[in-house]
Structure formats: structure tokens, C-alpha cells
């Protein structure tokens, strides 16, 4: 099973934009879909973004459809989150995050430790 690093979080004024990696380990990412969650303080994780094993599919959260791109590059074993017009609300630890299928799913169950966002106002 392949073992996830995340980078690139950080601190960003609102309407400015941050580009997430996440480097997996081994030669198989190329299986596996991978997607983005995220956890703010004193809430629940929630789903961000996800993308299929080829790249040929993607899902988003409603709150950020037309301002986050999810993209993979399977040569560089990397999934990248493009995250653009930041709000404050954006501000949270974002997880990469791996599942072994063919289609986009709803669950994952391979977790990178996260990466802190932070969105000032």
C-alpha cells in the first residue's frame, strides 16, 4: 500500500491561492484514487475533492466547486489540490487521502497527517 506526505499549506490572506501536494510512496498510485478531505477546529472531517486512478474523473464539495482543482500526475506518484479566492472558512488541516478502485469514491481508507491551511482575513 502506498504511505502519503502532504506540503504546501501555510498562510494566506483571503482571495489568495495555495497549491497542496501530496507525495505517495511505492509504484502503485498509479491504482489507486485519491482525494482531499479536510478538518477545522471543533468540526468533523469533511470531503473536499477527489479524483480517479487515470485522472478521467473528479468529484468536489459543493462549498468549493469553481475555486479548488484536483489534478494528479501518476509519473510523480503526486496528487495536487489547487485551491484558489481562499476564504477564512477554508481554514483547516487538509488530508490526503487513498483508496484501491477503479471508480471515485465516497470513502477512503489510506490517510496521509495532514497539512495546516490557514486563511486570514
Known amino acids: 500500500q502506498v504511505q502519503l506526505v502532504e506540503s504546501g499549506g501555510g498562510l494566506v490572506q483571503a482571495g489568495g491561492s495555495l497549491r497542496l501536494s501530496c507525495a505517495a510512496s511505492?509504484?502503485?498510485?498509479?491504482?489507486?484514487?485519491m482525494g482531499w478531505f479536510r478538518q477545522a477546529p471543533g468540526k468533523e472531517r469533511e470531503f473536499v475533492a477527489a479524483?480517479?486512478?487515470?485522472?478521467?474523473?473528479?468529484r468536489y464539495a459543493d462549498s468549493v466547486k469553481g475555486r479548488f482543482t484536483i489534478s494528479r500526475d501518476n509519473a510523480k506518484n503526486t496528487v495536487y489540490l489547487q485551491m484558489n479566492s481562499l476564504k477564512p472558512e477554508d481554514t483547516a488541516v487538509y488530508y490526503c487521502?487513498?483508496?484501491?478502485?477503479?471508480?471515485?469514491?465516497?470513502?477512503?481508507?489510506?490517510w496521509g497527517q495532514g497539512t495546516q491551511v490557514t486563511v486570514s482575513s
Open positions: 511505492g509504484r502503485t498510485f498509479s491504482s489507486y484514487a
Open positions: 487521502a487513498a483508496r484501491l478502485t477503479d471508480y471515485v469514491p465516497s470513502a477512503f481508507d489510506l
Open positions: 479524483i480517479s486512478r487515470r485522472g478521467d474523473g473528479t
